[in-house]
């Protein structure tokens, strides 16, 4: 069964502020309690949102003009932010289209990239490391990503299952289970689409060969890859569409 999910995205214009130092991170915890949050990164001139999150359609560039600390973004997403500003250790991002909304407040925090790559998933995932040849993802290439793992905190007690769970989550849109796998393969296949893969490493070997079973049966002719560890990054390892080896 799917469940729909919302994806947080925001585009950026107007007023200004005090440029925070570079080389800050910063974390928005999520309001409804369930374990997911946003990122903040300062590099130059740009704040970078969401900079490591795996979701690309969810990463956004607030590019400053250094002279007057205007803020810009060619972005055309939901949310508007029109002013930043600095207090302390917070980077506060004031969004609201008539320019009279609500405050998004960031506290600085060190950077995990584990948990940034996932941050705004419902699912606590931790990959394995990779031990052989990997690639990169490429930029051009349509991609989905499909996570398996055990749910965060919030999201456990708030749907009430156990924190041992396997829960799988289809590109922070929509939970699904090993039956929707055939009929997204499927429809992945009509638009033109390729998945990534990210299991976590604590999933029980059985549920890992049932997904197996399926893409091996359904996506035929997809490129999948899978999510690997290596020296501090996300590479993925290559896995013909055909194939049941993953």
Known sequence: ??????????????????????????????????????????????????????????????????????????????????????????????????????????????????RDLYSNSFLDIQLNQCEGAAVDLPES????????????????????MKQDSIVMEFHNLTFIDLNDVGILAREMKKAGENLCIHIDKKTPDAHVISLRAELSKHAQGMKILEGRIKEGRVVYVEVPGQSANL
């Open 1 to 114: 069964m799917r469940i729909p999910l919302v994806a947080i995205v925001v585009i950026c214009y107007g007023c200004s502020g005090t440029l925070p130092k570079p080389g800050g991170h910063y974390v928005l915890e999520s309001h409804d309690h369930q374990g997911r949050y946003l990122t903040l990164d300062v590099e130059d001139s740009m704040l970078l949102l969401n900079k490591s999150l795996i979701f690309r359609n969810q990463r956004d560039t607030i590019f400053i003009d250094t002279k007057s600390n205007a803020i810009r973004n060619a972005a055309s997403n939901e949310l508007h932010v029109y002013a930043f500003r600095t207090e302390g250790d917070t980077v506060v991002l004031s969004y609201g289209e008539d320019g009279s909304g609500s405050d998004m407040v960031f506290v600085k925090s060190s950077s995990d990239l584990q």
């Open 141 to 160: 290439d349509k991609f989905r990503h499909l996570l398996v793992g055990p749910p965060k905190l919030g999201l456990a007690a708030g749907m009430m």
